[in-house]
């Protein structure tokens, strides 16, 4: 038999803890700050992206030893002497770009410089066949300038007398540019003189 008591059962004891002050919780720490050179140095370390195409970047098109005097070869040294380079992709999409002073490349590894000496003789020689045609023309305008008579023809003689000036001068850069390439992918002096149609020719 059990016996339950009636008395009203004492409460639980408590224990009381006074207001603690909790530590603040952990921050991440913050990033570095860049003194003004790094940041200087940084920026100017950024370099320009290649271009990107079918996902993939565009390498640089060289030319071709298997078929020197092809229509790609031809287009790669049009775009090399006019200070660009052409980028290839493997799809066949091409994009022609200027070429970046500081990280030009020669268009063909050196062995393969003989393959394309008389392609770049080739360019040498057409771009003297222009400078001497311009001089032809100038020679013609100096010519036609006696007869000139009243003030307009003496207008017109004096205009074309400077278009002729820009031609020659275009044209004599363009002559070195084609002389600067070749130099550049070892083609001898003597054949570059022989193929711009001039004894001697000063170092570019």
């Known amino acids: 038999m059990t016996v339950l008591d009636d008395a009203p059962a004492s409460p639980a004891p408590t224990l009381e803890i006074g207001a603690v002050e909790l530590p603040p919780a952990p921050q991440p720490p913050a990033p570095p700050v860049a003194s003004e050179q790094g940041a200087e ?36 040294l049009e775009a090399a002497l006019a200070g660009e380079r052409v980028h290839a992709c493997p799809c066949g999409y091409l994009l022609t770009l200027p070429a970046d002073p500081g990280r030009t490349e020669p268009l063909c590894a050196p062995h393969e410089r003989p393959v394309f000496t008389e392609l770049l003789l080739q360019r040498v020689h057409a771009a003297a066949g222009v400078v001497e045609s311009v001089l032809w023309a100038c020679d013609q305008l100096t010519t036609q300038e006696g007869a000139a ?56």
């Open 41 to 76: 140095g940084a920026a100017w370390s950024t370099r320009p992206e290649e271009p990107v195409h079918c996902g993939r970047p565009m390498a640089v098109r060289h030319l071709d030893p298997l078929v020197p005097d092809s229509r790609a070869n031809r287009a790669v």
């Open 149 to 204: 008579g009243d003030r307009t023809e003496q207008w017109l003689a004096e205009a074309d007398r400077e278009s002729a000036a820009w031609a020659v001068d275009t044209a004599e850069l363009d002559l070195e540019a084609a002389v600067r390439l070749a130099a550049e992918h070892g083609v001898p002096a003597e054949q570059l003189a022989e193929a711009a149609g001039r004894k001697t020719l000063q170092a570019a």
